[in-house]
């Protein structure tokens, strides 16, 4: 959840709320932050937090780790799509995501109402796990003209192509991720508020309680590669 992280400090950077930062007791968690990025975030906030400088590893970089970094383009994401292409997972997987990725840079500023999002990319263990986040409206703002009432709805309406804009091409990027998984495998999330919705091979499940609401949206997905 290190996107969702950065996008909560540039919004409360924004609206000029200040910002504490406590760094981890931990050594490696604190060096784990700084490789991913998130130093320079906090920088950029002009907060202080007693991150470790390292060393960018450029091979790494190039084909298994995008850090932490602001997009409001397609361009943006360039780097998040091109991990997915360099890794081995399955074509049909790898294109959607692929499209669902471009979709957030184009769309953000639009949907959510915020300048930029925030995106990061890792593998571990032989999955490729993807966020992006933005701090935006939220997706029942973005969804009440085409009629959500709730964040669940609105969730499920996104995950099932609905889109703000009548546009054939818009909304796609999500029900493509959804379906994607549910042919090859791997799982995802969007959780908006309080609200979140999950994604399986075998399920999409959608539900609301969680202990801390969420202003703004988070996408997750975690593909295997084979």
């Keep these: 959840?290190?996107?969702?992280?950065?996008?909560?400090?540039?919004?409360?950077?924004?609206?000029?709320?200040?910002?504490?930062?406590?760094?981890?007791?931990?050594?490696?968690?604190?060096?784990?932050?700084?490789?991913?990025?998130m130093g320079k975030v906090l920088d950029a906030a002009e907060v202080n937090h007693g991150l470790p400088s390292v060393?960018?590893?450029?091979?790494?970089?190039?084909?298994?780790?995008?850090?932490?970094?602001?997009?409001?383009?397609?361009?943006?994401?360039?780097?998040?799509?091109?991990?997915?292409?360099?890794?081995?997972?399955?074509?049909?997987?790898?294109?959607a995501v692929s499209r669902a990725l471009l979709e957030a840079?184009?769309?953000?500023?639009?949907?959510?109402?915020?300048?930029?999002?925030?995106?990061?990319?890792?593998?571990?263990?032989?999955?490729l796990r993807l966020s992006v986040a933005d701090a935006g409206v939220g997706v029942l703002s973005t969804l009440e003209g085409s009629g959500a009432t709730s964040e669940k709805q609105a969730l499920l309406m996104a995950v099932n192509g609905t889109s703000e804009f009548a546009d054939a091409d818009r909304g796609r990027g999500l029900k493509s991720i959804h379906e994607s998984i549910s042919t090859h495998g791997g799982r995802g999330a969007l959780i908006s508020g309080q609200s979140v919705v999950t994604m399986s091979p075998n399920r999409l499940f959608a539900w609301t309680g969680n202990s801390s609401s969420y202003a703004g949206t988070i996408l997750d997905v975690v593909l295997p590669i084979s």
Excluded: W
Excluded at 116 to 125: D, L, P, S, Y
């Design 1 to 37: 959840m290190m996107a969702s992280l950065a996008a909560f400090v540039d919004s409360r950077r924004a609206a000029g709320i200040p910002i504490k930062f406590v760094p981890p007791g931990d050594r490696d968690v604190r060096y784990y932050l700084s490789r991913m990025g």
């Design 55 to 95: 060393n960018a590893n450029m091979a790494l970089t190039q084909r298994a780790l995008v850090e932490v970094a602001a997009f409001s383009s397609e361009d943006d994401v360039a780097a998040l799509v091109s991990i997915v292409s360099y890794q081995s997972v399955a074509p049909g997987l790898q294109r």
């Design 105 to 127: 840079g184009c769309n953000v500023p639009e949907h959510a109402r915020v300048p930029r999002g925030f995106m990061a990319g890792q593998v571990i263990n032989n999955q």
